[in-house]
């Protein structure tokens, strides 16, 4: 009891608070017993708190092993203000000069240093693990330890490297930290890290507060992007995108629509990335757009809404991303956009990487587009996803629980999956059941000759969309388990055996549908409510409830005050289209009041409005889009065009897409398409696009994709809509 005691009273001496958060209190009495400790805690847990006290507490100092630059400055900064002395923190990276260097080695050797911050490319300095190996280590802390991993979703190979120098400098015990760890790579780290005895502390995944949405990626992502951020007017935000390019470009358009926003990413100088994380921290912008270089080291608790422009490589990233919103326990809105095209562009990066990466790569990817995809609620599917139950049907915070869908009887389906998976013996991945299940005699379905066996195509006259859901609803609810760290292997347990014996009623939802030629159908959500307007409006209905004597319902529903809040009518015309709003209520006394508030609030607030916002684009997008049909005109070659602007192909073909099929403009491109592809190809790929009912890109990749090259695809279909369309 006196040890915990005098715990809680440090705590309260260095840091001010009264008591510890979760395992807080266990993990820092473990490292000060001189154990190993592996600890499994979320981002906004606490994790640094676990080794700065006990840095403080211990003799010698304290290596903390960390990846992220910003992150050191911003927790040596911490540490200092914590105490009068100086040199308590420091970190050791490539950013320091000579003198600084000497400066940091001094205080250490004099003993005024507790904790030291060095990134692994340091540790591995010749010359400093000569001068640490002089000095006391109290102990070693890898923080972002899932870097070490493979299967993680930031594998760093000089991480690697951490036991054998560990080894070289003297022992010492290690705590190993991450925020996001399947039961993969857990393993991973503790491994290599030679501490497979280590204590492990692992906290819920589970962020009740942050809100999840996956929403269709369309032509119009950047007004979609824009309008939310003006319904969520002067909050913080963070938005993620996969290429520099993009978070450029993205960062422009916010601040043509009057958004205070900026870039962020490696390819920036250090002085303008720590000016712009400084900016952010202080409040003079609201909005970064990044690639996943920032937020790592950021610890800013009011972030309240994580955008991610472009799906993610793994759910890990996505989970350590979104985790920056609402880490004081506020509200925490996680939208992303999701695109089938976009997945491809994904895999397509792995091409070139060794074979064991590029499965890795796929898994994870496949992962991802599994909760992009799914109707179940999204906080269940990724705690699932970290090895956690989560046993409410509803959690009542994600899109997918906010607007549920039908559940359909799936006992059939699900018995074909798990007899299937018994009939291969345990030893396939999903996409190989469901090809076998519904009758495709792929390369490896045929190389393994399982069309010869019995069930081959027993599920052939079912829906082929159902497949997919029943697998991972299988997953989730325990009769089959996939084994990540053998390939994804489906794998039967007891629970599945049993219900292949006994089946019984098992429900599930059909996925999502995410059309790339179809426009998303607009749904109403916490994400759209303008806060300051509902509490106007409800202040408002409380008034005339009083002047009227009339219960405040009858006034206005609540429903009708949140989408007024989200909608903005500002004329009686408008508010009829209000849900629960009539006739009749556009002609009592107090209807006119209602609108003449939200339009004045509207004025005053310079709200653009759903109805009539125009999103302003980057002056530069319409020079480029000058350039590019000026050079057309020109007959220049489109890869010379592309080069002379700095694009790539594909984006240049993006570019196009934009000019033809959606502004309507008209280009001749048949002296390209003549010189680089067959008459005789560009007809059949014309003659595809005039036959189909609707503009299916993806239908023309089946069909043409494994002789033509989809560029050459994209090209006759800009020629086609050009022609036909404009």
Known sequence: MTKKTNLTKELKRYFGFDTFKGDQEAIIQN?????????????????????QLPSLLMEGVAIVISPLIALMKNQVDFITHLS?????AHYLNSSLNKGAIDQVKKDIREGRTKLLYVAPESLTKDENVEFLKSVKISFYAIDEAHCISEWGHDFRPEYRRIRPIINEIGKAPIIALTATATDKVRTDIKKNLGILEAKEFKSSFNRPNLYYEVRQKTKDIDKDIV???????????????????????????????????AAYHAGLDSSTRSQTQ???????????????????GIDKPDVRFVIHYDIPKS???????????GRDGGEGLCVA?????????????????????????????????????????????????????????????????LHPKTKIEAQQQLLIVLKAVQELKENFRADHIIDFITGRDTEEIISHKHQDLEDF?????????????????????????????????????????????????FMVVEDNEFNEDEEPTPEGGTSALDPTLSAMLHDLRKKWSRKL?????????????????????????????????GDGKTRQPYAKEFVNLIKRYCEENDIERQADMRIRTKAKDSMRKLKILQNIDRRIDLDEVANALGLDFSELLDELEGIVIYSGNKVNIDYFLNEIMDPDDVADIYEFFREQEKDDLQAAFKEFGNDIDEDQIRLVRIKFISEMAN
Not at 344 to 356: H, I, R, T, Y
Request: hydrophobic share 35%; with cysteine.
């Open 31 to 51: 490292v000060l017993e001189g154990n190993d400790s592996f600890v499994l805690m979320p981002t906004g847990g606490g994790k640094s708190l676990c080794y």
């Open 84 to 88: 009068e002395h100086e040199g308590m």
């Open 227 to 261: 309008r939310f951020i003006k319904q969520h007017s002067g909050k913080s935000g963070i938005i993620y995108c996969l290429s520099r390019k993009k978070v450029e470009d993205l960062a422009e358009v916010l601040r043509a629509n009057d958004i205070k926003a």
């Open 278 to 296: 400084d900016d952010f921290l202080m409040e003079k912008i609201d909005v970064i757009v990044a690639t996943i270089a920032f937020g790592m």
């Open 315 to 325: 759910l890990e990233g996505y989970y350590q991303e979104t985790g920056r919103a």
């Open 337 to 401: 956009f999701y695109s089938y095209k976009d997945l491809q562009k994904l895999d397509k990066f792995m091409e070139g990487k060794p074979v064991a990466e590029q499965d890795i790569g796929r898994q994870l990817l496949q992962e991802t587009a599994a909760y992009a995809e799914t109707s179940v609620c999204r906080r269940k599917m990724l705690l699932h996803y970290f090895g956690e139950t989560y046993d409410k049907d509803n959690c009542h915070n994600c899109d997918n629980c």
């Open 457 to 505: 195509g027993i599920g052939e006259d079912e829906n082929p969309k159902i497949w997919n859901p029943v697998i991972r609803q299988a997953l989730i609810a325990g009769y089959l388990k996939k084994e990540v760290e053998n390939y994804g292997l489906l794998k039967l347990t007891p629970a599945g055996k049993k219900f292949i014996k006994n089946p019984q009623s």
């Open 549 to 581: 004597e009339r219960p405040a319902y009858v006034i206005f529903q609540d429903v009708s005050l949140e989408q007024m809040a989200t909608e903005y009518p500002v004329t009686l015309e408008e508010l009829k289209g209000i849900q629960g709003v």
